[in-house]
């Protein structure tokens, strides 16, 4: 249901680290712009500013750019230490006899071979640590006095860039060492309709819509999830403590999955609020006056027309008979001929229920004080024309 941000190799599961990445990539740009990373030295004071926190990295790409920098700091340590061995060599040979030389050049042979094995096993030690530090590190601290002397004021303007809008061409690190192309990826699945975006970033438990013209239900809809399926009871959209709490949507429901029946809780509030004016239809004028019920989920609109106004109850968990709480999807015509039997039987209308296998339904489920734990729901089946 999350859309999926991609940058090459790497994928990121919000917008808010799609752009950390974005702006690391800015900083990478800028670095190799500035500066040689194969001039001597340069890839280890990088990699030396980064690891005492100096240069800011917070995604996985400036993770990847750190270790190939330990890459380059190991190569450059080998090759200086072959060199520098090698002059000394070099100069001690010329002073030596010739059996002298022959013993010399195997011993250098040996010193060379430990040397290798030496570069070898510090480059893989070098992986491991950082490869351990990357898995408890979650975010480099300040910027380097170093480079903000020579580099941030420059820098500070594409931050700003960057910020401004989201980049969803493809990206490319313009470095002769560090290059990789970065686009976003296909998201799959449905779409979040344009008008709900906004509302799914500012809290992603965000299902819908719900409304009822001429009424005062007209309220988003929060996805309970099974962990805390009573959250919304007493939680608003922002999940500070609400007496009067939010409409939500049951914890087994499935958006993309189009379950027989979506059901739909509200505390009914004395002030009218959330799902106190249910009790409206209790009298069949208004019911026959309002049928209508507007639910958008984030990924579609629809309307439903209502067709049965029932009183229940909560049964406990080992009584037997009819729970219209637990019927989210019929598995079958006979199961689904039984469901309507037991709604009929609810109904408090002289009216048929009419509802047939394959209607798709939405139950607006409250309290009722008839009688203890009791219930009044409604059940409506999707219109023909969604």
């Not at 740009?29 to 990295?57: C, H």
Request: glycine residues 6%; contains cysteine.
């Amino acid at each position: 249901m999350s859309k999926v941000y991609c940058i090459g190799k790497f994928q990121f599961d919000s917008y808010d680290k799609y752009q950390e990445a974005l702006d690391d990539i800015e900083k990478i740009r800028y670095i190799s712009r500035k500066m040689d990373i194969n001039e001597p030295g340069v890839a280890q004071r990088l990699y030396t500013l980064i690891r005492e926190g100096k240069i800011i990295f917070k995604s996985d790409v400036g993770d990847d750019y750190l270790l190939y920098l330990s890459d380059m700091v190991a190569e450059d340590y080998r090759i200086l230490s072959k060199n520098s061995i090698g002059k000394k060599i070099a100069g001690k040979v010329r002073q030596l006899s010739p059996g002298q030389i022959v013993g010399a050049v195997c011993m250098a042979g040996a010193v060379v071979c430990f040397l290798v094995f030496l570069g070898s096993e510090y480059r893989d030690q070098q992986k491991a640590r950082e490869l351990e530090r990357l898995k408890n590190e979650q975010e480099i601290s300040a910027a380097s006095d170093w480079l903000s002397a020579k580099l941030m004021n420059v820098l500070q303007k594409e931050e700003a860039k960057a910020e401004e809008s989201l980049q969803t061409e493809t990206e490319t690190v313009d470095n002769e060492v560090y290059a990789a192309e970065f686009t976003e990826a296909e998201p799959k699945g449905p779409q979040i309709l344009p008008e709900y975006e906004k509302l799914y970033a500012a809290n992603a438990d965000f299902a819908g819509w719900i409304s009822v013209a001429g009424t005062d239900i007209d309220y988003p809809v929060m996805q309970a999830v099974s962990e805390s399926s009573d959250f919304y009871l007493n939680h608003d959209f922002n999940g500070e403590d609400d007496i009067n709490g939010s409409i939500f949507l049951d914890s087994r429901n499935d958006l993309q999955d189009s379950n027989d029946n979506m059901i739909v809780y509200g505390h009914n509030m004395k002030s009218g609020m959330m799902f106190g004016g249910l009790k409206e239809y209790l009298d069949k004028n208004y019911w026959l006056e309002h049928k209508i019920i507007t639910f958008d989920t984030i990924f579609q609109k629809a309307q439903y027309e209502i067709v049965a106004v029932c009183l229940s109850k909560v049964e406990g968990e080992e009584t037997e008979g009819f729970k219209y709480y637990d019927f989210i999807d019929a598995g079958s015509k006979k199961a689904f001929k039984q469901y309507v039997k037991n709604i009929e039987s609810l109904n408090i209308m002289d009216e048929p229920v009419d509802l047939s296998y394959g209607d798709q339904l939405l139950t607006l489920s409250t309290c009722n004080n008839y009688t203890k734990d009791g219930r009044l729901f409604l059940v409506a089946k999707k219109c023909e024309n969604q």
